[in-house]
């Protein structure tokens, strides 16, 4: 009965303070609808491949031999570390091809991986049709999702059943014999598929094959670094060269934890998973720092109230009790409103910050419930500090003591403002680093540049299409020149007898004038690739770098040697002007361009962006002409996604962009919070002013001073904060843009403006109400 009681009295005294209780609900719903959004994705995020029990057993062989780290290695090391160390139980291997399926779409390309028997074993991928115990008995046996069974065979028993698929680059179809169904797997995976095959039988472990992904079951592992030691020491005796290197990462940890693996297609980022969980909590903690602001300020006129109910037998913990429904009960209609809204904005926020994952009542009510007691926590906190502001003031209140503005306060809403001068300054200045990345001049012709790399062998046919398309500024033969990810090789200056490190780009003739290179010294390359052997010398163009870092005074004529093409050598003609063709969190390379003597398939195309779209479907109709034989082949005009490469980048600029507009609304709303509270504790004061001749400008600027105060408080705290945040983040970039003092200024006096604007209004009414109706109601 006390708790209706208590209820019916909070309605009461809502619809008596409509509107403050309607800022009240307003901020604490925009903060509760932000952080739900931010806090199921990251939830999603850390649940991918949380389902699967070996989690922790199963190891990822990450290739780290080359100057960046690939999931791709020897297909015969995972059989190799099992034969010698018995810490590897068993092992999984996962490769790709890529088949057109007869009866689904002739426009879409299916992946069939093969796999190893131990990959049904030893993942969570349940077997609902048939049986895997004959998987790996013959090469065409397979085994096929719940998904795809249903479209291919309908309500057929699919166990039995053929299927037909030609390979890519291949003509003659395949007969496919399916064994199994299992069930689809789930969205929460790194590792997908519909079609798996076994792998055909080796002879050996050193037989050649395809690169694949290994994955080594080692539930009794006790040291990674010692085991890897081990088996690098092992493969050195064994093998001719000495640059074997790899690691090790946990199944668990391959999604969150891959972003300097490349080619990776299914990862996410823990950096900004972990951002955007500290941001929900700030969220959080901004609009309980307003309700507990905005409760103050109405519950210090119930300071009689609460003392006659102390008097008539009422204890502390009734009233804490009273102050926890009151949360509890702005926190349910919060929440309520959530749900309500969650549809109306998740779209939005998904686009705005790159979500992908889809909310669903029935599948995800546990991460629900989890966030609603998280919420009730957070009330019974607010309702915390509440009870003990206010005990100090009853306590106060029964002593005869006058109200005073209580420190508190401002101490709350000065961590607001810290925190809002910080954001507004950290989002400029990450604006400012994009803009700065995306302005820079690379050097080179870098939006126009398109490539062809599936020639089918129809090279000469291409050239000449090539040559008479007027579409075409110009084009060669050789591989692009902006790269992802660093790919240094040994080049050796055959002269010196010194070795560097540098990035092979193989081109032929007008390779600079297709990318619009400018060259400094020497001349172009001329020479196209003759007879293929270790004695005969190629002709290549360096950048700048390289003369600086080879220490060459007189480059032109020198001869240069890299391993990684059999040794193959050739002489430096030209030198052109330094390149960024990398993205610039890393730093200018030494570059090699040339042919090493070395044949190359595939084009490069300088077409203006005007004219691509309509330059694809003319070649999309040639190739179908050439390539008739290959009726199922095709080879894309492709070019690079640089909005791909700043992807983080831009989803981080967008989150601030999302946090600074609520931060904005939520402070806004709590600084009118402060002020009500502020000139509700000085009513007295400014009606004893007033009597006393003040005018209501010098009311405002006393009551405003306050205000100005705290912000410049906050700006005092709120810049090295935030310079120190963007130290460390611009550290990710070889180049960045200045932290300049203008950045810092500006934020400090975007906060000043909004913050006095927030206040004025309600300033505004202090200083103008009746001084004797101020000095009657006190």
């Not at 909070?10 to 209780?21: A, G, P, Q």
């Not at 300049?740 to 975007?750: H, Q």
């Amino acid at each position: 009965m006390y708790l209706f009681k208590i209820i019916k009295e909070y309605l009461r005294r809502i619809v008596r303070n409509y509107k403050i209780y309607a800022i009240t609900i307003l901020g604490m719903s925009i903060a509760i609808i932000a952080s739900f959004h931010i806090y199921f994705f990251v939830q999603k995020e850390y649940s991918v491949d949380a389902f699967q029990e070996n989690k922790e057993d199963l190891y990822r062989v990450l290739n780290t031999e080359q100057t960046f780290k690939s999931e791709m290695v020897f297909i015969g090391m995972a059989e190799f570390l099992k034969e010698e160390f018995p810490e590897v139980v068993d092992y999984i291997r996962i490769t790709g091809n890529s088949f057109k399926v007869k009866n689904i779409s002739e426009e879409e390309w299916q992946v069939f991986n093969k796999v190893d028997k131990s990959f049904f074993e030893l993942l969570n991928f349940p077997i609902i049709n048939g049986s895997t115990a004959s998987f790996d008995n013959k090469v065409n046996h397979i085994v096929i999702s719940k998904k795809i069974a249903t479209k291919l065979f309908g309500n057929e028993n699919p166990v039995g059943q053929t299927i037909e698929a030609t390979q890519f680059n291949q003509k003659i179809p395949q007969s496919f014999i399916v064994i199994a169904v299992m069930q689809n797997i789930p969205k929460e995976s790194t590792i997908v598929g519909d079609f798996f095959l076994p792998f055909a039988k080796r002879k050996s472990i050193w037989e050649g094959g395809p690169e694949v992904t290994a994955y080594l079951f080692m539930p009794n592992l006790i040291s990674q670094k010692e085991f890897i030691e081990k088996a690098i020491a092992k493969l050195d005796k064994i093998l001719s060269f000495k640059d074997n290197s790899f690691e090790l990462q946990k199944l668990k940890n391959v999604y969150l934890n891959s972003e300097e693996v490349a080619y990776q297609k299914i990862k996410g980022s823990k950096q900004f998973a972990d951002i955007l969980f500290i941001v929900s909590l700030l969220l959080l903690f901004l609009a309980s720092i307003n309700y507990v602001v905005m409760s103050l300020g109405l519950n210090l006129s119930r300071i009689k109230e609460f003392k006659a109910k102390r008097y008539l037998g009422a204890t502390r913990l009734i009233l804490f009790y009273q102050l926890l429904v009151e949360s509890l009960l702005n926190i349910f209609i919060c929440f309520v409103f959530t749900l309500l809204t969650y549809p109306l904005f998740s779209d939005f926020i998904k686009s705005l910050l790159g979500f992908t994952h889809k909310f669903s009542y029935a599948n995800d009510i546990s991460i629900l419930v989890n966030y609603f007691l998280f919420l009730v926590f957070i009330a019974t906190l607010t309702s915390s500090i509440e009870f003990l502001v206010l005990k100090r003031n009853i306590t106060k209140f029964t002593k005869g003591a006058t109200k005073k503005t209580n420190t508190n306060v401002p101490m709350l809403i000065g961590f607001q403002l810290v925190l809002f001068v910080s954001i507004i300054c950290v989002a400029l200045f990450v604006n400012k680093q994009i803009n700065f990345i995306q302005a820079k001049d690379l050097g080179f012709d870098n939006e126009d540049i398109y490539t062809i790399n599936n020639t089918m062998r129809k090279d000469k046919e291409i050239e000449d299409f090539l040559e008479k398309n007027a579409k075409v500024n110009e084009f060669t033969r050789g591989k692009r020149l902006f790269y992802e990810v660093p790919d240094l090789k040994d080049i050796k200056i055959v002269n010196t007898n010194t070795t560097i490190k540098a990035n092979i780009k193989l081109g032929y003739p007008k390779y600079e004038k297709t990318h619009q290179l400018t060259i400094l010294q020497g001349s172009v390359l001329r020479k196209l690739p003759g007879i293929i052997d270790s004695e005969s010398i190629g002709e290549v163009v360096v950048n700048e770098k390289f003369i600086k870092q080879a220490n060459l005074k007189n480059p032109i004529g020198t001869i240069i040697q890299n391993s990684y093409f059999n040794n193959h050598k050739a002489e430096i003609i030209g030198v052109f002007k330094d390149v960024h063709n990398m993205p610039l969190y890393n730093p200018m390379e030494p570059i090699v361009v040339g042919t090493f003597n070395i044949k190359v398939n595939g084009f490069i195309l300088n077409i203006d962006k005007i004219n691509i779209d309509a330059f694809k479907k003319e070649y999309d109709i040639f190739q179908k002409n050439l390539l008739v034989e290959f009726k199922d082949i095709s080879s894309d005009v492709l070019s690079v996604d640089y909005a791909k490469i700043y992807e983080k980048e831009t989803n981080f600029k967008n989150l601030l962009i999302f946090f600074a507009f609520i931060v904005i609304t939520i402070s806004v709303l709590g600084l009118i919070a402060t002020s009500v509270y502020v000139t509700q504790n000085r009513t007295k004061e400014i009606g004893i002013r007033k009597i006393n001749g003040a005018t209501t400008l010098q009311i405002l600027k006393m009551l405003n001073k306050s205000f100005v105060f705290w912000v410049g408080i906050a700006f005092v705290f709120a810049v090295p904060v935030s310079y120190i945040i963007m130290q460390k983040w611009l550290q990710n970039f070889a180049f960045k843009t200045v932290l300049s003092w203008w950045v810092f200024a500006l934020s400090g006096l975007i906060v000043l403006v909004i913050s006095l604007l927030a206040v004025s209004w309600q300033t505004y009414k202090a200083a103008t109400q009746n001084p004797v109706k101020a000095l009657r109601d006190d």
